[in-house]
């Protein structure tokens, strides 16, 4: 559907004069538009469809869209993704003139004008990209000349150091995988217009602020330089100041409005032979011209990119000492910081981050002090695959996946068989636990339906909102349940507490289902983008769910682990009366709890975890830095969480006696209903039944949690009674 209306050019589109041929009920009909991006003819399209037309003018394998509405009728079309033909050919234009002396500041200002014009997709493609940087090459090739320079006037070289700073600032937000092909002619370029700018015999001082570009430029004369330290920030914009001040004397920290300090020690002055020293500092607030080639999509560029030249050294010359920058880390926990700096002739003279020449000195995870010998641009790489710990190899996030895949459909198949048995089953269908029992398993149903179905669908956002509401939802109803299990089991075993009648049980429904509303409705109404994290072209690292740190932690996090530490506390109080009920009536006996008999206390507890959600808890210890402990608890993380269905299966079907008791009487029964020779099979299945009855009364009970925890709805007005039938079925 088209998401956006391009009023801007309402008033461009023609409608064809011809008369189209009536068309069938349910479709568009065949139009013509023209507008100052071509002309577009769209064929017959059905109701509730988008038509596509390829660009007339380009770029390559661009189309424009058209949405056929359900009344019959056309919406406007959308062709921000075509280029403007007049917009292209200024740019040839100027790329093909002559650039001179008498012209240069002028071209470079006409092209700051262009570009900053040019707002579309469409335009921002290769070709205009190509025909900017080879503007950019001729102006950095006239000022390589020095007979050219001399004869320049300082006006024109600032003029049109000012104009290409405009430019840089404004290609910084073209599509990346655009600029990226040229965004190393570009900086070289602009670092030779800036060499110009240095060698002029009247520069003094030239400051240039723009939204994604800060520049200045000193002279200063030898004799008067003692170090000087430039510090940039983009708190508002961007800000830059420049100190001069004693080495001995200078911060090393960054302030909490500070991003880059950049430092240069006084003994640049017996390296460069240029009478005066002549400096300038380049801050980049985005990083698209320095795009980080071939690399782990985990590792970022995380500071803003800093640039420094001074007259008379070349990029890369060893200094005697060397320069120091100060960095504030953008990204969230990052590990893993590299000062790097931005090397013209890697990547096959594509231009990459290099690390040779840098030292790294991390203070803590949002500021870092880089050390190097030389001068260029610089900054700081960062790992984001993790919030504390090491990002595990992809081998493990990859096994991690797959287990998690398998841990979510044995769960599912564990939970319908669990509602089923407690369903069919009738003195489990009875019992007040099983109606928790079922919600709960219901509403994790529904969460791991929803989550395996649509957790990665980012491409279509409301689908993917829908996706992450339904996810957060069935999440918390699902908690909230967990935590109903635990006040029914302190009900139960602790306060005997027994008059569960069915308004108790609607009441606690009610809330269960009804209070994970209100964190979802707020989320929602704030932004419902907060349930989409990444895009579309990234489908690895996107999901439909809250991705938003405070977001997440305010509508998820903080109601989750409430419950968890709520049930955590009645899971030790359970613990407490269980073993003391057990230690009194050893006493009682005469003898003393052996092993054997503690391990068969303490097996059904274990489920009682699963069931409250207590296994959460190894998602704290995940933040561990120890890779190969951080990847065990992870990998025990998946799997007491992703199979959690399956274990309460388990635990509550197949480890329980009363149910498999229950599902052979039940198979008997059928087994005996179809049997062909009804006399016969009646009189036997009497006597076969009598028998096995007995037989089943007789037996011991084992310690499973199904009996342990199902037994609590039977007879509760004495605890003791009841921690006696536990203790009896777990022997």
Not at 337 to 356: D, I, P, Q, R
Not at 372 to 384: G, K, P
Not at 449 to 477: E, K, N, P, Q
């Amino acid at each position: 559907m088209l998401t956006k209306s391009i009023s801007t050019h309402m008033s461009m589109y023609i409608l064809s004069s011809s008369i189209p041929s009536p068309s069938p009920p349910g479709t568009c009909e065949k139009s013509t538009t023209v507008s100052d991006h071509g002309s577009f003819v769209w064929l017959e399209t059905s109701v509730d469809e988008t038509g596509n037309v390829f660009c007339p003018h380009g770029p390559p394998g661009a189309f424009a869209t058209r949405l056929c509405m359900s009344d019959g009728n056309w919406g406007l079309p959308n062709v921000t993704n075509c280029a403007n033909p007049k917009i292209t050919a200024a740019f040839t234009n100027l790329a093909e003139a002559n650039v001179t002396a008498s012209n240069v500041a002028s071209v470079s200002q006409n092209l700051s004008t262009l570009v900053s014009q040019v707002t579309e997709p469409g335009d921002q493609n290769t070709n205009n990209l190509v025909n900017i940087s080879s503007l950019l090459n001729k102006t950095a090739s006239l000022f390589a000349n020095p007979i050219i320079v001399f004869e320049l006037s300082t006006e024109d070289v600032e003029s049109t150091t000012e104009s290409t700073v405009q430019v840089l600032n404004s290609i910084q937000n073209w599509p990346p995988h655009i600029v990226e092909a040229q965004s190393n002619v570009i900086v070289q370029s602009f670092e030779r217009i800036l060499d110009a700018l240095m060698n002029q015999e009247n520069f003094t001082n030239l400051t240039v602020i723009e939204t994604g570009i800060a520049f200045q430029g000193l002279r200063i004369k030898k004799q008067d330089f003692i170090g000087i330290t430039f510090i940039g920030s983009s708190i508002s914009g961007i800000r830059l100041s420049v100190d001069s001040i004693f080495e001995n004397n200078r911060s090393t920290h960054l302030n909490e409005l500070d991003e880059i300090r950049f430092h240069f020690p006084s003994s640049i002055i017996n390296v460069t032979k240029d009478a005066d020293i002549n400096v300038v500092f380049v801050m980049y607030n985005e990083t698209t011209l320095f795009p980080l080639r071939e690399s782990d999509p985990d590792t970022v560029v995380g500071t803003a990119v800093t640039g420094a030249k001074v007259g008379g050294i070349p990029d890369g010359t060893a200094l005697p000492d060397n320069v120091t920058m100060n960095f504030t880390i953008r990204e969230e926990n990052a590990t893993n910081h590299h000062c790097v700096y931005w090397n013209f002739s890697a990547a096959g003279g594509k231009g990459n981050w290099t690390l040779a020449g840098c030292t790294t000195y991390v203070i803590n995870t949002s500021f870092v002090t880089c050390v190097c010998n030389h001068l260029t641009n610089f900054a700081c790489l960062v790992d984001i695959g993790s919030r504390e710990g090491n990002t595990p190899p992809p081998k493990i996030r990859a096994a991690l996946n797959i287990f998690s895949i398998i841990g979510v459909f044995v769960s599912l198949l564990g939970l319908l068989l669990t509602i089923i048995t407690l369903i069919i089953i009738k003195k489990f269908r009875e019992r007040d636990v099983s109606k928790f029992h079922i919600q709960l398993c219901l509403s994790l149903i529904f969460m791991l339906i929803v989550f395996v179905a649509g957790i990665d669908r980012v491409s279509v956002r409301v689908g993917c909102v829908t996706v992450g509401v339904l996810i957060h939802y069935f999440a918390l109803v699902s908690w909230m349940w967990m935590g109903a299990e635990a006040v029914m089991m302190f009900q139960k075993l602790v306060i005997v507490f027994s008059n569960i009648t069915w308004k108790y049980i609607l009441f606690v429904s009610i809330i269960c289902w009804a209070v994970p509303l209100l964190p979802l409705t707020i989320t929602v109404s704030i932004d419902p983008d907060f349930y989409i994290y990444g895009n579309a072209s990234n489908n690895e690292y996107s999901f439909c769910f809250i991705g938003e740190l405070m977001p997440f932690l305010t509508a998820f996090l903080i109601p989750v682990f409430l419950i968890l530490l709520f049930n955590l506390v009645i899971f030790v109080i359970i613990i407490i009366v269980v073993i003391k009920h057990n230690l009194k009536k050893n006493k009682r006996l005469g003898k003393s709890m052996k092993t054997k008999d503690a391990i068969k206390m303490l097996i059904p507890l274990a489920g009682v975890m699963l069931l409250f959600g207590l296994t959460w808890i190894f998602g704290v210890f995940t933040f561990i830095s120890e890779p190969g402990v951080s990847n065990t608890v992870q990998f025990l993380f998946i799997f007491f969480n992703a199979f959690q269905g399956f274990f309460i299966f388990l635990f509550f079907v197949i480890f329980s006696s009363e149910s498999r008791d229950a599902w052979r009487a039940f198979f008997y029964r059928e087994k005996r209903n179809i049997s062909s020779n009804k006399t016969a099979v009646i009189g036997s299945s009497q006597v076969n039944t009598n028998r096995y009855k007995t037989r089943v009364s007789s037996l011991p009970q084992s310690n499973s949690l199904s009996d342990t925890v199902n037994s609590t709805s039977i007879d509760c007005s004495r605890r003791d009674n009841d921690l006696s039938e536990i203790e009896a079925k777990a022997e």
